[in-house]
């Protein structure tokens, strides 16, 4: 078991007996990796961020019910799936993909520019997929999870993931194909 | 190409092919340039979808906003007194009593309805009782009338037992307070809701010296 997972387990023990600062420890633990794929679903840095308050918040609520023999950010992860999809509802979806108002970099503001052109038609491919495609392609590409952890964390089956994963690539070369060929 | 074969090729990429179907798609790949057009596409919208990604995770997510983030999700735990939900917040928990409410009206209304049947004859008294009544009698009479099995029981013990038992006005009396399901049901439902009852108050006592101890800084 790798320190972060003992560490992690440690505070998840004493965040069930109602320990408020192990679980202020947790949220710093995991409150990146939350956030990135609540904003990678999104393409909302505000929506992306209430839903991953959102997602802490219900992590508090039933944490008495996590069983420590799964992993912990798995349970996260579709805790972060259900906040995301809820509040997508409550806005029918209709969120817009901001320009995720980015510093100014060392690199020109051409390059600049640039960056934050592909960043958003990438987005923009992502948020015209199904939300289950969305999670799915985003847990596998951006949180590197395996198709059975992928498939623990929504709770479907192996088969579901590997054919929403391929519709939802197929999907983003047909969206992106112009990029995929400048790139 | 079939979607099938392209699921294969998806999960090479990925790392997570069977492997011993590893060999057999690599000796495909080597003579089919579709499917080799194919793995290059998926490499390439990859890299597409992560050519920002450390950049953008910088920028956007870590610079001076975990303590905020870590602030606003405590401030909301602590001003909205949030509290932890336990398995008797859930809705099974809850649904307890409805659940033991439907199976005593299903059971009382499932009796009435049969002693309706019983009374207007549609179904014969003997054969819903004669079953139980004559694998009894037969015990008793076996149990009554072997004194040789039991030297201590009195000679004529069993046979006044039979006469009282073969009376049918007993014998209905008896299967109707000892197997009437209405009243087993009644019993067993009041038994099980003064225990939920009890658990619930237990828990809320607890809940509520948790939250006191808490507010005087515990």
């Not at chain 2, 798609?25 to 919208?45: D, F, M, N, R, Y």
Request: proline share 3%; aromatic share 8%; with cysteine.
């Amino acid at each position: 078991m790798s320190e972060q997972a003992i560490e992690c387990r440690a505070l998840v023990e004493r965040a069930q007996q109602g320990d408020t600062l192990a679980f202020s420890g947790l949220v710093r633990l995991y409150h990146q990796r939350i956030l990135y794929y609540t904003l990678r679903i999104c393409g909302n840095t505000q929506v992306a961020e209430d839903a991953a308050q959102e997602t802490f918040i219900q992590a508090w609520k039933h944490i008495g019910q996590y069983e420590l023999l799964a992993p912990f950010e798995h349970w996260l992860f579709r805790i972060a799936h259900n906040s995301t999809i809820s509040l997508l509802r409550k806005q029918r979806e209709e969120v817009d993909i901001d320009d995720m108002i980015l510093p100014e970099s060392s690199s020109t503001p051409e390059e600049h520019v640039e960056r934050q052109d592909r960043i958003k038609s990438v987005q923009t491919a992502i948020n015209q997929l199904p939300v289950m495609s969305r999670s799915i392609i985003v847990m596998r590409e951006y949180q590197d999870m395996s198709y059975r952890e992928i498939a623990e964390t929504l709770d479907i089956p192996m088969g579901t993931v590997m054919s929403r994963l391929y519709a939802a690539r197929k999907a983003l070369k047909k969206a992106l194909h112009p990029a995929m060929e400048v790139l | 190409m079939k979607a099938h074969v392209k699921e294969l090729l998806q999960a090479l990429y990925d790392g997570e092919l069977d492997e011993s179907l590893v060999p057999v798609v690599e000796k495909h790949l080597s003579t089919c340039e579709a499917c080799q057009a194919e793995l290059q596409e998926i490499g390439q919208l990859s890299s597409l979808m992560h050519a920002d990604d450390a950049w953008l995770m910088d920028t956007l997510v870590v610079t001076q906003r975990e303590d905020a983030f870590v602030n606003e999700v405590m401030h909301q735990i602590h001003s909205g007194g949030i509290e932890q939900r336990s398995f008797f917040d859930s809705l099974l928990w809850k649904s307890i009593p409805a659940g033991l409410l439907g199976v005593w009206l299903f059971i009382q209304v499932g009796w009435l309805v049969l002693q309706g049947l019983l009374t207007m004859n549609v179904i014969p008294l003997t054969s819903v009782k004669n079953g139980w009544l004559n694998s009894t009698l037969d015990t008793l009479r076996r149990f009554s009338t072997s004194a040789d099995a039991n030297p201590v029981a009195p000679q004529n013990w069993g046979g006044n037992l039979q006469e009282m038992l073969v009376d049918r006005l007993h014998i209905d009396f008896l299967f109707d307070m000892l197997v009437n399901p209405a009243l087993i049901t009644t019993l067993i439902v009041a038994v099980m809701f003064t225990s939920w009852f009890a658990l619930w108050w237990l828990h809320q006592e607890k809940r509520y010296k948790k939250s006191q101890f808490q507010k005087n800084g515990g």
